[in-house]
């Protein structure tokens, strides 16, 4: 049995600790002679694994107590539509930053649901910068601000939280969450799918002031109103018991691993690694304004695109699997979200040298 580095974007590496618990308890969960997904989600021993689930969220991000916590199934993508029902109200306007893919389809999606006002949107950079915050024309009547903190595709990341005064800011931590602290008091809500870097995709975490609670339009689906799901402990209805579980046991790791804080400095030393021997390389090139570049996805391009496919072939035989990049942007891709390992980074930069000197 062989484990290659896995640069997936999502569904992406699951921590190896992680697979090898599952594989554990699998056939027997907590002693019950059953695995967790032939249990009840109304039993003790679920409610159980939920309590704890929102105790670990809650520890690792330090999320202030008038903050709630909903886990809820349909990705991110649901939350697109989940925000403005929730937050826009009747007839309701909000402010959206777009500074790529995944911002842009929040905007398609609330555009059914609320008046949307583009505040800023990088497309002038081909989504390679962040706007700077004095240039975004946000609307005094928004009932909130929505951005993307980092766009997966693009490989842009905001290193700062930007001031929207008394406007609740919404973020999408999809590609994010977990690798660093986050002060959880600057937003009114993060969402954020599991398949990143909080364990498999079909579960999403949703951590939402409370003061937002309540303003859902009356048609909101109840599985999708914050307010409905926090009164019910997110147990509405039958939830992804297995991915919640998997999701419990991924806040495990990254407790004993030392919290967000180590999670942080393994990151930005990872990146920092990726990105030395890119801008080091007249062959390696990528396109992202420095300040905003992503530390956990990085886009690369070959300077001739014709080595593309051999790039790709041979860094699969050494191990390196999952490169190619989005084809909205072309080249390469390296996700190096929490699981991957700072050894998986040094033999992807010692791979992209060997191929430069050969190749080059
Ligand atoms: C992956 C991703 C999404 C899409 O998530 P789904 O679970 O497929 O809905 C949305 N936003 C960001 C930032 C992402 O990285």
Not at 73 to 80: D, I, L, Y
Not at 202 to 208: A, D, E, P, Y
């Amino acid at each position: 049995m062989r484990r290659v580095y896995n640069f997936s974007p999502g569904p992406s590496a699951v921590p190896e600790a992680v697979l090898n618990r599952i594989r554990d308890e699998l056939y027997d969960w907590q002693g019950l002679g059953m695995s967790v997904m032939e249990i009840s989600h109304r039993g003790k021993e679920f409610e159980a694994l939920v309590e704890r689930t929102e105790a670990r969220l809650r520890e690792l991000l330090a999320i202030p107590a008038n903050y709630r916590v909903v886990f809820v199934p349909g990705g991110a993508t649901m939350q697109f539509a989940a925000v403005p029902l929730n937050l826009a109200g009747a007839g309701g306007a909000a402010d959206y930053v777009v500074t790529g893919h995944w911002g842009k389809k929040a905007v398609t999606e609330a555009e059914r649901y609320c008046t949307v006002n583009v505040a800023a949107d990088a497309a002038a950079t081909k989504y390679t910068a962040i706007p700077p915050r004095e240039s975004w024309r946000l609307r005094s009547d928004a009932a909130y601000v929505h951005y993307t903190p980092n766009e997966t595709i693009g490989g842009v990341e905001f290193h700062f939280v930007p001031d929207t005064g008394a406007v609740p800011l919404v973020a999408d931590m999809s590609s994010t969450i977990m690798s660093r602290p986050i002060d959880v008091s600057r937003f009114g809500v993060i969402y954020a799918g599991a398949q990143k870097n909080l364990g498999i995709s079909g579960i999403t975490v949703v951590i939402v002031r409370e003061d937002l609670l309540g303003r859902a339009r009356r048609e909101t689906p109840s599985v999708i109103d914050y307010r409905a799901q926090a009164a019910d402990k997110s147990l509405l209805n039958t939830p992804a018991t297995f991915v919640w579980y998997v999701l419990a046991l991924t806040l495990d790791w990254v407790a004993e691993q030392g919290g967000v804080s180590v999670m942080a400095e393994r990151n930005s030393a990872k990146a920092k690694r990726l990105y030395a021997a890119i801008d080091a390389s007249g062959f390696y090139r990528n396109p992202v304004d420095p300040p905003a570049r992503s530390w956990m996805n990085v886009p690369f391009m070959l300077a001739d695109p014709n080595l593309d496919k051999e790039f790709l072939a041979d860094a699969a035989r050494a191990g390196l699997a999952s490169l190619k990049g989005h084809r909205s942007v072309g080249g390469m891709r390296a996700s190096i979200y929490n699981a991957m390992p700072e050894a998986g980074v040094a033999a992807l930069t010692d791979f992209m040298a060997d191929f430069e000197r050969r190749r080059g």
